[in-house]
Nanobody, 127 residues
């Protein structure tokens, strides 16, 4: 399984970015997807997740109301739309695929739920 994330970059505070993550080697539509981030010197943080069918979404408290996760099963891609970006959003963002098919639980914020991770894409928000 390979996950390829892109869309990171440098943006001013208040701006927007959209991250994409394409999944190869797995029947994408059967798996929930998540986004995590890690800033220098900090622990990995849950950002957002979406269920396999796209009906359920979950967000970390720090991004609720600003970020939106979505998926396009036809393109095997999950997206993270990030609006109203803040300097504290600066981090490397990682996409991840759930290890379970058709997972219907709510543990999406737990990194242990995921078995495949992308390499990460850098997001830098300047003040």
């Amino acid at each position: 399984v390979q996950l390829q994330a892109c869309g990171g970059g440098l943006v001013q505070a208040g701006g927007s970015l959209r991250l994409s993550c394409a999944v190869f080697g797995r029947t994408f539509s059967r798996y929930g997807m998540g986004w995590f981030r890690q800033a220098p010197g900090k622990e990995r943080e849950f950002v957002a997740a979406i269920g396999w069918n796209g009906y359920s979404t979950y967000y970390g408290d720090s991004v609720k109301g600003r970020f939106t996760i979505s998926r396009d099963n036809a393109w095997n891609t999950v997206y993270l739309q990030m609006n109203s970006l803040k300097p504290e959003d600066t981090a490397v963002y990682y996409c991840a695929s759930s290890r379970y098919e058709y997972y219907s639980g709510t543990r999406y914020s737990e990194a242990e739920l995921y078995d495949s991770w992308g390499r990460g894409t850098q997001v830098t928000v300047s003040s």
